[in-house]
């Protein structure tokens, strides 16, 4: 096992018996990446909620622009999200996912008409425009539009204004608000369809370490998490990187290269005490669909907490949830406001319960709101 185990030898909190574990010795790389992630604890505070501002601060721009993760760490996040796909010419960009034609212009670009195709990705087909079939050059030509207008109709004011960034982008932004906000800002990237980039012949990996090195982001005190819902990247990412992973893990089905390759396991065999020995192997935190922490009840209200948690934390793993959202559409049944679902409901009760369940942190599309809650308590 990973570090992780030292340091609950070391911390004196090794209450949980995992002999059933593989120990092996940890490498002076594994000390490293811990102390890396203890660091971050002890910056923020022990009982400090991490708010990350998932996909910048998506509930009023735009996700995954510029303006989005301003705002984000404007309103006081700590960290800003970007999901990672590639261009055609191998350069990082943020998109949630690899077809751009839900988030950018790109249908009513007649000079890209033709790239229109159906692909299939993660044994789906989908229909569109892909960032792999664009350079970075066509990229930039886009401007990105709100995903989902209907419960976000004031977003949509700033359709047409933003460029899809880039990587680099996002760093230099993170870097330049650090320096005038007067407190670090991080990034917590995430690796997107993987296994489907790989076979692409774009995998994602190499450009995102090359950046983090070119950066000097690929140390223990670098206020950087990367993310993944599939389990090898994550893997292999472990000798490469010194910063945190987080294993992301859904709220049903299974990580995708596990599917690939036939391995029958599922996010649930991820989330048994076996499960979360395994990932600590590798990672420092989970990611978990928020309903793994507190499921809703049979008529959509908010239920009781798992034990996940409590779970994670024997194995020093971090548990940061997704995803908060104000929107009535997104709500437990008994926090919502009214029958609207773009109206707001009581996403404070939602935080205050989801704290109480034990959590280290959040991805928040309205990271202000997130913020207020963490001050309150
Ligand atoms: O990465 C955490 C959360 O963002 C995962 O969900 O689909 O919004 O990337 P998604
Ligand atoms: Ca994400």
Redesign the pocket.
């Known amino acids: 096992m990973r570090t992780r185990l030292a340091a609950l030898a070391l911390s004196g909190l090794a209450v949980l018996s995992v002999t059933s574990v593989a120990a092996g010795p940890a490498t002076a790389q594994d000390n490293d990446r811990t102390a890396g992630a203890a660091a971050a604890g002890a910056a923020r505070g022990h009982d400090e909620l991490v708010v ?1 501002g ?2 910048g601060a998506s509930g009023y721009r735009p996700e995954h622009t510029l303006a989005s993760y301003e705002l984000a760490a404007r309103m006081g996040a700590d960290y800003i ?1 970007p ?1 990672l796909v590639t261009t055609k010419d191998g350069v990082l960009v943020a998109r ?1 996912e690899p077809e751009i034609g839900g988030t950018t212009d790109v249908a009513q670009r007649p000079e890209f008409a033709d790239r229109r195709t159906t692909k299939v990705l993660d044994g789906e087909e989908v229909t569109g425009w892909f960032a792999e079939d664009f350079t970075l050059a066509e990229l930039k030509t886009l401007r990105a539009k709100e995903r989902i207008p209907d419960l976000r109709p004031n977003n949509t004011i700033y359709d047409g204004r933003y460029q899809i960034p880039t990587l680099q982008e996002i760093i230099d932004l993170s870097r330049r608000l650090s320096w005038q906000l007067h407190r670090r800002i991080g990034i ?1 990237p ?1 690796t ?1 369809h993987p296994t489907y980039f790989r076979e692409q012949g774009l995998p994602l990996e190499p450009a995102l370490v090359r950046t983090l090195n070119r950066n000097g982001l690929n140390h223990r005190h670098a206020k950087v998490y990367v ?1 993944s ?1 599939e389990v090898s990247n994550l893997e292999q990412l472990e000798h490469e990187l010194r910063v945190p992973l ?1 294993q ?1 893990i859904g709220g049903s089905g299974a990580p995708y290269d596990f599917v690939a390759k036939g391995d029958p396991r599922t996010y649930d065999d991820l989330v048994t005490r076996a499960g979360l020995a395994e990932i600590a192997r590798y990672a420092d935190g989970i ?1 978990p669909d928020k309903n793994r922490v507190i499921p809703r009840d049979e008529d959509g209200n908010l239920g009781e907490p798992t034990n996940l948690v409590a779970d994670a934390h024997r194995f020093r793993l971090q548990v ?1 949830p ?2 908060f959202r104000a929107e009535n559409a997104f709500l437990p049944a008994n926090l919502r406001s009214s029958a609207d679902p773009a109206a707001w409901g009581d996403i404070f009760a939602e935080y205050e319960a989801f704290r109480a369940a034990g959590i280290d942190g959040v ?1 928040a599309d309205h990271p202000d709101i997130a913020v207020a809650a963490r001050e309150e308590r």
Do not use: P
Request: net charge negative; no cysteine.
């Open positions: 990350v998932h996909r999200e999901d949630h917590y995430e997107k993310q819902f987080v992301l990611g940061h997704y995803t991805f």
